[in-house]
């Protein structure tokens, strides 16, 4: 298994500028999330999706969108890119299990990250 | 609503004990603990459920007071790979999405 992939690993984009970042899994998980992480900060979820055709806001939502038309794939498209939008972006998946009667959702795989560049 | 982590950062010798706490101002199913090292994507390292069961698969423990809605992370006998950022990651209940915490960089010297 390949795990999570994503791609491009580093893209420069000029102010705005429109791009897709790609991920997708072989692991055959439901959820699926987005997540930024600017330089020596922690991670920020910017949309999840727990199946095909279901997204949500996570909470820095605003300049993205998701789509999830597959259980494999979740790519976050960045309108009008902005300075602000720098910043290193991973993508990571999850499956559920259960603990007794409890539905648990299981850790998190994460991609390798993408870096990006706004100037 | 970020989950806030102590301390900040921490420097150990190898062989030293240390404790990251985490804690959250909302009610918590579950808490997630990862590590990051530079340059790389967190790793999973543990899970804490209502409850007190865990879940994890390194010589890690840790403890989830629900009552305080906080969690802990011991790392005992720390050794130079233990080096990183230690991020924990919260889920309330009802809900699919995880919210990380601020993060503690730990150094391990030799």
């Known amino acids: 298994n390949a795990g999570v992939t994503q791609t491009p690993k580093f893209r420069i984009l000029k102010i705005g500028q429109s791009m897709t970042l790609q991920c997708t899994q072989d692991m055959n998980h439901n959820y699926m999330y987005w997540y930024r992480q600017d330089p020596g900060m922690g991670l920020k979820l910017i949309y999840y999706?727990?199946?095909?055709?279901?997204?949500d806001k996570g909470e820095v939502p605003n300049g993205y969108n998701v789509s999830r038309s597959t259980t494999e794939d979740f790519p976050l498209r960045l309108e009008l890119a902005a300075p602000s939008q720098t910043s290193v972006y991973f993508c990571a998946s999850s499956y559920s299990g259960t603990s007794g009667r409890a539905a648990l959702l299981m850790e998190q795989y994460f991609g390798p990250g993408t870096r990006l560049t706004v100037t | 609503q970020q989950p806030v982590q102590s301390p900040q950062a921490v420097i150990l010798r190898e062989g030293e004990d240390a404790v990251i706490n985490c804690s959250s101002s909302k009610a918590l199913y579950s808490v997630h603990w990862y590590r990051q090292k530079h340059g790389e994507a967190p790793v999973f390292l543990m899970i804490?459920?209502?409850?007190?069961e865990q879940k994890g698969h390194e010589k890690i423990s840790a403890s989830f007071n629900e009552k305080k809605q906080q969690s802990s992370l011991y790392l005992t006998a720390s050794q130079l790979s233990y080096s990183g950022t230690y991020f924990c990651?919260?889920?309330?209940?009802?809900?699919?999405?995880?919210?990380f915490g601020t993060g503690t960089r730990l150094k391990v010297l030799a």
């Open positions: 999706s727990v199946g095909a055709g279901i997204t």
């Open positions: 804490l459920l209502k409850g007190g």
């Open positions: 990651g919260t889920r309330g209940s009802g809900t699919y999405k995880y919210i």
